[in-house]
Structure formats: C-alpha cells, structure tokens
C-alpha cells in the first residue's frame, strides 16, 4: 500500500521493509520468554505491513514450536545432528543426512516448494577485475633475409593482480563507501552509549546550560533512560535536591562526584550565593579548593578545634536564619525571592563518612538536630559512604535524595532505592545509579579528560 502511495506520488518517500534479525534466538528464547513471544506476534501482525522476522539457530529442538513454525512462510535446514531436529524445521527428516558444507533444504509454506540448494560463500580472495591494465606489446617477429614474415613468439607472463582482502569484507567496504556518497542510513532504533569520559564545559554546550542568578546548581553529568530512547543533563539543585548521600565502595568515585559538583557550582556561581564547609576524612585532596572565595574551610582528620568551631557556627546560624525569615514564610526561597537582601547558601561536605563517624562518636548525637528542616532554611548537607549501613537511620530519613556508584552487593540497589529495577551500573569509572523519576543509569561528567 505505501509502495503504490509512492510511486503514485502521494508519499514523499517510500518506507523501506524492516527486518528484524535475531541470531541464536534459542539462548534469547530461554533468557527473555516474554520478549521472543512479543517479537514473533509483531512479526505476525507486521508481515503484511513490510515487517519480517528472521530468526537463526543451531539446536531447533524444543525451540522452534508450533507457533514459530506456523508464523514463518520460509524455512532454510542447512545440515542437523539428528532427524528429530529436521523434522522440528521442516517436519521432514531430509535435512539430518545432508553431507555437502553450505548445502540446505528451502521449504516454503507447507511443502508448496521443496528444493535442495547450495548457498553461497564470500570468504574468497578478492581480486579486482575493473582495474584497467596496459596492454604493451611484447612479441617478436622474425623474418627472412627477403623480409617474408616466419613466426612471431609471445610473452606468456601473466599479470599478476594481488589479492585485496575477502570478498565480504571488500563487498561491505563498497557498500559504507557508497552509503557515505549519497549520505544514506538506516533509522538507529536506540541511542548510542554515554561515553565514559564526558567533561563538564562540553556538557554544558552540549545541553546549552544557562546559570541563573541564585537559583545554585551543579552540571553533574548525563543520564541514560533507554525505555524513553532519552538521554539528558543531570544537574544537582542545592534547595531542590536538597540534603544528599552518594555511596561507593569506590571512595575515588565519591571524589569524582565532589570534585565535579564544586568546579561546576563555584565556576557557575559566586560566594554571595554559596559557601562550602567541607570535612575531609579521604585523600585529603580537598585541600586544593581551601583558598576559593566559596570555601569558609577545610577539615581534615584529627582538627577537632576546627570541627568544634563548624559546628558551634551551624548552631548558631540555624536560628539566625530562622529569626531572619520569619516574615517571609519561615523559607529561604521566599526571602531570597522578596527581600532586597542576599543570602549564600551553606553547603557542609563530610567526605568519608565512616571514617567520620569513627573519630567523632557523638556525631550520631548533634547531626540529627543539624540536619532536619535544614534545606528550608538554605543549609545542605552532602555525604559520601562506602555502604548502604554508612549512615544511620536517623540521619539518613532527613536525606531526600541520593547517588549510588559501585557498591558490594546488586541488591543494595533497590534496598536503596525502594526498588525492585535491577539495574546495575556498567564497570566504568563515574558510572552510577539516581533517581530522576525512575532508575536511570548516568556517567559523571569529569573536569578533565585525565
């Protein structure tokens, strides 16, 4: 029917035949039931509307069923090991006692045709034959002493050609070639994988990121949703997201995350808007930001005057702010919005929670009090872990959102999640689980391509 509107002129192109090739499809059949019956009835009702199913296997036996037989009008039985397996294909046992290499039956429908064939093969030595060659003339002639012609002898050498490459390969070359001359290609029916290293600045261009005047956020990298056929800019919105925790047995991952949220935020942002307290307990490699304008300090392991002094400053801020946005709603959004004063956001970074927690017992003791209602009033707090137990239960219930890496075990997923998905990042370096709507696996972005 499309073909005919086309060629009447009433389609602007015409719609190609789609063919769906499925290779082993017994192995697919046994991993994914429910898919290879949703293929087979979509080739079923699609036959007629130029969708075709081809499927290939080399044990039939207890695979090819009555409804895959019965939905297919083509069948092609190179050689089997045994009749039984035949008669699955062609419900004759003619094709377990074939002997030739490349030999088949052709069955089409039931029986309406029946044919013994040879198929073709294309791993042969390709030799050019269109390249056009000289011809010299090498023959001498030899003649009496009257000048009578008496024989001539030839050069018989042959012109060698040699042999460039096998003959499917140079066939699939010629094909690209051409394809690539009239810049013709197939519709991609998913997207291509999010590279495993992706940087900052060309993500932003990429998705043309635009920063607003505070409204703090951080371009943290690319998400993948193949059920949408959609892949997007994952960004970290202080007040939105609010108080985070990412987990990785990998404490370099959770490094890569935090690198990349204060060179995004602090590159995008000024201090007025955003000021970073950060705990220390990993590397130490923090200790590069210490002199940022957004930065009021570092804390590294064993500073218990300066842990002491964060905290006695959170404590005291926390009721300040309180006090400053009781006429506009008790929200830091609100005053920021209807106040002509500014306010920076507090960001409190503990990296490595757990060695944390070990040197500072009564953490579990102050953080709750810290930690609740604190985005309301423009405090965000953001840890990292290396298990799904880092962080107890009364801390972790303030923490609405989160960012999973490598971790021990794949059920730690869902456990973390309050998922069933089992979805699983890919082993590369920055690849890891959030939640955006559903689980969707994303690659963090990097601030250099080392």
């Avoid at 009702?45 to 080399?58: C, D, K, P």
């Avoid at 083509?74 to 039984?84: A, G, H, I, P, T």
């Avoid at 309301?376 to 303030?398: E, K, L």
Wanted: glycine share 6%; hydrophobic share 35%.
């Amino acid at each position: 029917k499309y073909q005919r509107q086309y060629h009447e002129g009433d389609l602007e192109e015409p719609i190609p035949h789609l063919f769906i090739i499925c290779d082993e499809f017994a192995e697919l059949k046994s991993q994914q039931p429910e898919f290879m019956d949703n293929l087979i009835s979509v080739a079923r009702i699609g036959r007629s509307l130029g969708v075709h199913l081809i499927l290939a296997t080399q044990k039939p036996s207890g695979v090819a069923n009555d409804q895959i037989w019965s939905n297919t009008k083509f069948r092609v039985c190179l050689k089997v090991q045994d009749e039984s397996d035949s008669k699955e294909m062609l419900k004759r046992p003619e094709a377990a006692s074939i002997k030739q290499a490349g030999r088949y039956y052709l069955q089409v429908g039931y029986d309406e045709l029946f044919e013994l064939g040879q198929s073709g093969w294309c791993g042969a030595k390709y030799y050019p034959s269109d390249k056009i060659v000289k011809q010299v003339d090498k023959s001498i002639n030899f003649i009496n002493d009257c000048g009578i012609f008496i024989k001539s002898v030839q050069d018989n050498s042959d012109i060698k050609i040699e042999a460039q490459g096998e003959q499917l390969a140079v066939i699939m070359k010629n094909i690209i070639e051409t394809a690539d001359k009239i810049n013709q290609r197939a519709k991609k029916l998913w997207l291509e994988n999010i590279p495993s290293i992706i940087l900052v600045d060309n993500t932003e261009k990429k998705y043309n990121f635009q920063p607003q005047k505070f409204v703090v956020e951080a371009v943290m990298g690319e998400y993948d949703a193949p059920e949408n056929q959609e892949q997007g800019l994952v960004t970290y919105n202080y007040l939105e997201h609010g108080n985070t925790i990412v987990y990785s047995t990998d404490s370099t991952e959770n490094e890569m995350f935090l690198n990349t949220l204060l060179y995004s935020t602090t590159k995008n942002h000024t201090a007025d808007e955003i000021n970073f307290y950060i705990i220390d307990y990993g590397s130490e490699s923090f200790r590069k930001y210490e002199k940022l304008p957004h930065v009021g300090g570092i804390i590294f392991n064993e500073e218990f005057e300066k842990y002491n002094n964060l905290l006695k400053l959170l404590f005291e801020e926390m009721p300040r702010r309180k006090k400053l946005f009781a006429n506009y709603g008790g929200e830091y959004l609100s005053y920021i919005k209807n106040s002509q004063k500014k306010l920076p956001i507090i960001a409190v970074i503990i990296n490595n929670f757990d060695a944390f927690n070990a040197s500072n017992p009564n953490a579990y003791d102050v953080l709750p009090e810290l930690v609740r209602d604190s985005a309301r009033y423009g405090i965000v707090y953001i840890f990292t872990g290396s298990a799904t137990n880092s962080v107890s239960g009364r801390i972790s219930q303030n923490f609405t959102n989160m960012y999973a890496y490598k971790l021990k075990d794949s059920s730690d997923y869902g456990y973390l999640f309050n998922s069933k998905s089992r979805l699983v990042p890919r082993n590369i370096d920055g690849r890891g689980i959030l939640n955006n709507g559903s689980l969707h696996e994303f690659q963090t972005a990097s601030i250099v391509e080392d």
